[in-house]
């Protein structure tokens, strides 16, 4: 706006010549200035409800708006969200083949620091200790004291801790939500569960990663948001692997044995109904793995899958079923066993060089005879051995679903020559894990049919091809019951149940190379029931030691299958198998009357 002067001066001369009065043209200018002001005001103040009229249509419409999306979508529960918290810390349940809980997640929390906002740290170090005591209270009172601005002090807490923390009062103790992985069973199937740790942490959370067995195999589908109601089902029995653990515990003690593992699988799914190793841990509380000494020593060492051992004359049931199946020989065909028998400028001898004579196929298996395996391994010959062996799964790790399982490689021969074939055929030369016999022993007692052996329950069915015929498979199944019934293994039988299986006691190999002369790995593989198998047991003590007698007793006789037979007397039951009347062979039936 330009302003005009109120006494222009061109104008007052002029009034004065004419006689008028001056102070009426600044009275003039005077309204019209006024009025000019007047006109600006209203102007601005239109401008004004304008822009506030606008802004107040903007925002009821966007309210408006908000309340017509939420009227129009479902009902939900609401999602707290804590600022710059992108660390997802879900991770799904594990469960048994019942729906019983393995795995779960547990609310708690971990206790940071933050020293610039503390009022006294070093009455913070001492409480700290006084809750803790194996914190350094020296190095607690250096970090408080220093420039540092965050340091973590503990990763979990219990709320009692987390209540004496809070006690002490000061503002530089700070808290972190967390989800702790809980296994409730303790060490119940240990090697099973793995355990689990964190990954990437913050102070409002932090990822929970598995870090050995089920846990880190399937971490991935574990960690899965979307998987957070769907817990991963196993085919263990919850009941099944506690009374398995509570007898392995007992034998082992009792034949004063270094380790033990068992294996109970399902012959026609593969389904591993318990799995134990031990000695074993708490995955709540996993220990740091050994950096020396020998492996098998360390409690995380899983002898089921990891302990690759020769497993001795456990094998030679194998030779007899493909010696049958190939039409070599039948059950009753004899065999010279009587020595001297060389192979490779190498001398086969018998246990505690006994010399049996002329055996059947079927009293080669009862009575463990070396000699006569081997000489139906050598007329099995090479090529068809190493066939029939890598078709049973022995020459690679097992499908187990444990990260532990890819190391289990068999150990074969460099060179299968014929002296090859005649130790394996009686367990020698080859050394494979628990599980893989297991698996092994499975084809057997199906029908000749392979199986996986998995972890994961199965909703059906699930046999591979066939590996042996079905009169093979029987045939060594008649064998395997007399072993019990008449054999090596009489101590592993087990009233009502007719079980049928082989011992096998294996010299333990050092780690230098060589053999122990007194220590042992005894073995005992089992199928019960033996004319309708419904499950393998295999049971492996390391370094057994049955000393109630005159002398140590170590085979398998004496240490494995004793504790066989406990085990399968105490879960038959609890798997539903009853026990019955064994059906007689070719029995006659006599018919009479009362008449």
């Known amino acids: 706006m330009i302003r005009t002067p109120l006494r222009p001066l061109a104008r007052i001369l002029d009034a004065r010549l004419k006689g008028e009065n001056p102070d009426a043209i600044e009275r003039e200018n005077k309204r019209i200035r006024h009025e000019q002001m007047r006109d600006q005001s209203r102007q601005r103040a239109e401008g004004r409800l304008l822009i506030m009229g606008v802004c107040f249509f903007c925002a009821f419409s966007v309210v408006g708006g908000r309340m017509g999306l939420l009227a129009m979508s479902e009902p939900v529960e609401p999602r707290t969200h804590a600022p710059g918290a992108v660390i997802s810390a879900s991770r799904a349940d594990i469960v048994d083949r019942n729906g019983s809980l393995l795995a779960t997640n547990f609310d708690t929390h971990a206790l940071y620091a933050q020293p610039r906002h503390m009022v006294d740290p070093n009455a913070a170090a001492e409480g700290l200790v006084k809750v803790f005591p194996d914190l350094d209270l020296a190095r607690l009172k250096k970090d408080f004291s220093g420039k540092r601005k965050f340091l973590w002090i503990k990763k979990k807490i219990s709320p009692e801790q987390m209540q004496a923390v809070h006690d002490i009062g000061d503002p530089g103790l700070l808290f972190a939500p967390r989800d702790m992985r809980l296994y409730p069973n303790g060490k119940l199937a240990a090697h099973v569960m793995g355990g689990a740790s964190y990954g990437k942490e913050g102070v409002h959370a932090a990822e929970v990663i598995g870090v050995a067995g089920v846990e880190k195999y399937f971490d991935k589908y574990l960690r899965d948001p979307a998987n957070g109601n769907k817990p991963l089902q196993l085919s263990l029995d919850l009941t099944v692997q506690a009374a398995a653990e509570q007898v392995l515990f007992g034998g082992m003690k009792l034949m004063n044995a270094k380790g033990a593992t068992s294996v109970l699988m399902d012959v026609k799914t593969g389904e591993v109904i318990s799995v134990a190793s031990l000695p074993s841990f708490d995955p709540n509380d996993r220990p740091r793995p050994a950096v020396e000494g020998d492996a098998s020593d360390s409690p995380l060492f899983n002898r089921s899958v990891q302990g690759v051992y020769e497993l001795g004359s456990t094998f030679k049931i194998f030779a007899a079923a493909q010696a049958v199946d190939l039409g070599l020989v039948n059950p009753e065909t004899v065999i010279d ?259």
């Open 337 to 595: 066993t009587k020595g001297p028998m060389k192979v490779g400028g190498f001398r086969i001898g018998e246990f505690r060089n006994k010399n049996y004579g002329k055996l059947s196929v079927t009293d080669i298996i009862v009575k463990s005879s070396n000699r006569g395996t081997g000489r139906m391994a050598l007329d099995i010959g090479v090529k068809r051995q190493k066939e029939f062996l890598k078709s049973l799964g022995f020459f690679e790790p097992t499908g187990f679903e444990i990260v532990e399982a890819a190391g289990g490689k068999p150990l074969l021969p460099k060179k299968w020559t014929d002296l090859s074939s005649v130790t394996i055929s009686y367990g020698h030369g080859i050394s494979t894990s628990p599980m893989h016999l297991a698996a092994g022993y499975a084809a057997i007692a199906n029908g000749g049919f392979k199986v996986e052996p998995t972890l994961i329950k199965q909703p059906r069915t699930k046999m591979g091809e066939r590996v042996m015929s079905s009169t093979a498979a029987k045939s060594a199944r008649m064998m395997l019951r007399k072993v019990v019934s008449k054999g090596t293994a009489s101590f592993g039988e087990v009233p009502g149940y007719h079980v049928g299986g082989k011992t096998g006691t294996a010299d333990k190999p050092k780690p230098t190379g060589g053999y122990y002369e007194d220590k042992v790995i005894a073995t005992f593989a089992s199928i019960f029931p033996a004319h309708d198998p419904k499950y393998v047991l295999i049971v492996t003590l390391d370094e057994p030691v049955e000393s109630s007698g005159d002398k140590p007793r170590r085979t398998a006789g004496w240490t494995a299958v004793p504790v066989a037979a406990e085990m399968i007397r105490r879960v038959a039951p609890l798997l539903g198998v009853r026990p019955t009347v064994e059906p007689a062979n070719n029995a006659v039936l006599t018919l009479t009357s009362s008449n």
